[in-house]
């Protein structure tokens, strides 16, 4: 069975360059895709058959991350006067 679910989703993160071309990151999201109900119709001892189900998810990362230059030119010096 397939279905598509809609939703939406939130989440914050911070990161930081610790070198010219390194950085690390913590990262949060939250997804919601609401509450379906189901119905268990295998088991005649349920009085109520139906289950509501959440569908959330949450997560969180942490990385590095390294960025590449290639075939660019380096940043110009900014002179001061």
């Known amino acids: ?7 939406w989703t939130a ?7 610790f070198l010219p071309n390194w ?7 939250f ?3 609401g509450t ?15 289950i509501d189900i959440k569908q959330q998810i ?4 942490i990385g590095i991350n390294y960025l590449f230059n290639w075939g660019k030119a380096p940043t110009p010096v900014v002179a001061r006067y």
């Open 1 to 7: 069975m397939t279905e598509t679910r809609t939703g």
């Open 11 to 17: 989440g914050a993160g911070l990161e930081w360059a």
């Open 23 to 29: 950085s690390v990151f913590v990262e949060y999201d």
């Open 31 to 33: 997804y919601d895709f």
């Open 36 to 50: 379906k109900s189901q119905l268990f119709v295998w088991s005649p001892a349920f009085t109520n058959p139906t």
């Open 58 to 61: 949450h997560t969180g990362r």
